[in-house]
């Protein structure tokens, strides 16, 4: 029997009122949710931090929550040969100042209602909304 291998994920759900923080890949042109993979021996907790620091370089996390759904990508087979299996959190961001400031890695940031997110993001996006309408997990 083949060992099928997995990349662990995880995402930052962060929303205002009705509203998601989506940021747009700047090279591969789609709109996601902040986060990446779990690098070493990091913890979930740890992986948040870095990412949220490297792509939102003006936000601080007040606070992490549940997860709020978790889900493999479907059709993405990464460097390794393995998929990818993703862990979306609801997270708390305060931001320095009145702007969102992005990496070089994002072209964009915008609040997003969660009908706009559905109908531009990418599937990770949608599946977030999906379990944010139902309430999380």
Same mark, same amino acid.
């Given at each position: 029997m083949a060992i099928t291998l997995f990349n662990v994920g995880v995402k930052a759900a962060v929303v205002r009122g009705e509203k998601l923080l989506i940021v747009k890949h700047a090279t591969k042109n789609f709109w996601d949710v902040p986060g990446g993979? *779990? @690098? @070493?021996?990091?913890? *979930?907790?740890?992986t948040l931090t870095r990412e949220i620091?490297? +792509?939102?370089?003006?936000?601080?996390?007040?606070?992490?929550?549940?997860?709020?759904? @978790?889900?493999?990508?479907p059709d993405v087979t990464l460097d390794n040969g393995g998929g990818l299996l993703l862990l979306v959190h609801a997270v708390e961001l305060s931001f320095d100042g @009145?702007? *969102?400031? *992005?990496s070089s890695e994002?072209?964009?940031?915008?609040?997003?209602?969660?009908?706009?997110?559905?109908?531009?993001?990418?599937?990770?996006?949608? +599946?977030?909304i999906k379990a944010l309408r139902?309430?999380?997990?």
């Open positions: 993979r *779990i @690098d @070493d021996n990091e913890s *979930i907790t740890q620091a490297e +792509e939102l370089p003006n936000a601080t996390i007040v606070g992490i929550g549940n997860v709020i759904c @978790d889900f493999r990508v @009145d702007d *969102i400031a *992005i994002h072209s964009e940031a915008k609040w997003a209602t969660f009908d706009e997110a559905d109908e531009i993001g990418s599937h990770i996006v949608k +599946e977030t139902a309430g999380g997990k």
